[in-house]
């Protein structure tokens, strides 16, 4: 397959159709982890990597 063909592109579809379920169970529980440090007054922030 060469990169960006038809068929490469319709596996990568299939691949996330396959993940999907995985994808949405992992964004539930980050919701609800992000939800219980922000009841308990925590903030989340975003640092850089190289200062």
């Known amino acids: 397959m060469s990169p960006g063909s038809k068929n490469e592109i319709h596996f990568e579809i299939s691949k996330l159709k396959e993940r999907r379920p995985t994808l ?8 609800e982890f992000r939800n219980c ?7 989340e922030v975003e640092t850089p990597y190289i200062l």
């Open 24 to 31: 949405e169970l992992r964004a539930r529980i980050l919701h």
């Open 37 to 43: 440090l922000i009841e308990k007054g925590f903030l």
